[in-house]
């Protein structure tokens, strides 16, 4: 299985913007489906966005669409999470994640990282 390791969390003012990496290790990251979940406090973790082993297909929440960009680099093992237009209920702790069957969606989770924070303050 595939080790994930996000960075690039903090703290942003609303309306502003913030590129989360995960670097990958331990398998072959191209033949990964990426994803990215989100969990803020009190609340259950949530799909956020995902992408396919090629790149060539994403799939996004609602929520987030036309907001966060999903995007890989697998010459470095690297998927990242680009957030514009941050609002408060954006604040979260997000998760990477890497689904072996490959596909944006339906996401199955075959590996997680450990998370990194994101808070957006008004």
């Known amino acids: 299985q595939v080790q994930l390791v996000e960075s690039g969390g903090g703290l942003v003012q609303v309306g502003g913007s913030l590129r989360l990496s995960c670097a990958a290790s331990?398998?072959?990251?191209?033949?990964?489906?990426m994803g990215w979940f989100r969990q803020a406090p009190g609340k259950e973790r949530e799909f956020v966005g995902a992408?396919?082993?090629?790149?060539?297909?994403?799939y996004y929440a609602d929520s987030v669409k036309g907001r966060f960009t999903v995007s890989r680099d697998n010459a470095k093992n690297t998927v990242y999470l680009q957030m514009n237009s941050l609002k408060p209920e954006d604040t979260a702790v997000y998760y990477c994640?890497?689904?072996?069957?490959?596909?944006?969606?339906?996401?199955?989770?075959?590996?997680w990282g450990q998370g990194t924070q994101v808070t957006v303050s008004s």
């Open positions: 994640a890497a689904d072996l069957r490959g596909s944006a969606w339906p996401f199955h989770i075959d590996s």
């Open positions: 331990g398998d072959t990251f191209s033949k990964y489906a």
């Open positions: 992408l396919s082993w090629r790149g060539g297909s994403t």
